[in-house]
């Protein structure tokens, strides 16, 4: 077996874990990159059947975290278009795995025009519902049949760990991608402190995840797709269970309402930053350019 980012045969076992379906995950890590990955694979309808689970976005409980309640700061999409503008992208977006559609929204406000391949038909739905372009269906089913050079921005926020082949993927955003456009991938840094404990890693916070990028893994595989990689770093996390304690905290103090919640999501957060260091590297933002 080797390393499908760096190609490295440094390769060995690492976790096991089992997925409420049955599956049993097995963990590999390159001793090289760093990349850990799950081999053998889920079969792509197991996968299909985990997305198209409307409990994966939504929460069905208070205190529930699904992923149309995790979306980052909006101000940090803002960032995110502010540095794609200023590598000069302009015009058409593609998001890849939009959930909801709360990106593809601040860049049609920036003037981009934009649509999504969204894996989970009720979250298509809900961005549909919001006048977005989204159609529901997997990236490697919908993209081929876009023609070459058709986009000016492909992006994907917490999307890339989750395909069966992300190499394969990457190499088709790079034919789906204009010349001089500009490959944006948000996901989480494997590097950081805070994912040490293997249990944590690849058992209960990234029980979904078929691959674990660090820094240097998302660089090799990136450039291996044929794109040149134009920026590369981290930075914390957006710790939504911050906002699910706010939510819990209005709950319990009626009269506190909205504006009490938010002070304590903030305040929640800023001790975070300051106090517990390992957060800050926790994200991993990559944009990479077509020659």
């Known amino acids: 077996m080797t390393c499908p980012a760096c190609g490295a045969a440094a390769v060995r076992a690492v976790y096991r874990d089992r997925?409420?379906?049955?599956?049993?995950?097995?963990?590999?890590?390159?001793?090289?990159?760093?990349?850990?990955?799950?081999?053998?694979?889920?079969?792509?309808?197991?996968?299909?059947?985990?997305?198209?689970?409307?409990?994966?976005?939504?929460?069905?409980?208070?205190?529930?975290?699904?992923?149309?309640?995790?979306?980052?700061?909006?101000?940090?999409?803002?960032?995110?278009?502010?540095?794609?503008?200023?590598?000069?992208a302009r015009g058409s977006l593609l998001d890849v795995g939009p959930a909801t559609g709360a990106f593809l929204r601040l860049a049609q406000q920036r003037g981009f025009q934009v649509s999504g391949i969204e894996p989970s038909e009720w979250a298509a739905q809900q961005a549909r519902a919001a006048g977005l372009n989204v159609r529901a269906g997997l990236f490697e089913d919908l993209a081929p049949a876009e023609a070459p050079a058709c986009f000016d921005v492909v992006a994907m926020s917490h999307v890339i760990e989750h395909f069966r082949a992300p190499d394969a993927v990457l190499a088709e955003c790079a034919r789906l991608l204009r010349p001089g456009g500009v490959l944006v991938i948000w996901t989480i840094n494997y590097a950081a402190p805070m994912w040490r404990d293997p249990k944590r890693t690849y058992g209960s916070e990234g029980r979904e995840h078929l691959f674990y990028f660090t820094p240097e893994s998302l660089r090799r595989m990136v450039a291996r797709a044929g794109l040149v990689v134009r920026r590369c770093f981290t930075q914390p996390c957006p710790t939504p269970r911050g906002w699910a304690a706010a939510e819990r905290f209005q709950g319990r103090v009626p009269a506190a309402g909205k504006l009490a919640g938010r002070w304590f999501t903030w305040i929640y957060q800023g001790i975070l930053r300051s106090a517990f260091r390992p957060l800050r590297w926790s994200d991993l933002i990559l944009l990479a350019s077509k020659r």
């Open 19 to 88: 997925w409420p379906t049955g599956f049993e995950k097995r963990i590999h890590r390159c001793g090289a990159c760093g990349l850990a990955f799950v081999a053998p694979m889920p079969t792509a309808a197991a996968l299909a059947a985990l997305y198209d689970d409307r409990r994966y976005f939504a929460r069905e409980a208070p205190g529930e975290i699904g992923y149309a309640h995790y979306d980052p700061p909006l101000r940090w999409f803002c960032d995110l278009l502010d540095q794609l503008e200023r590598l000069g």
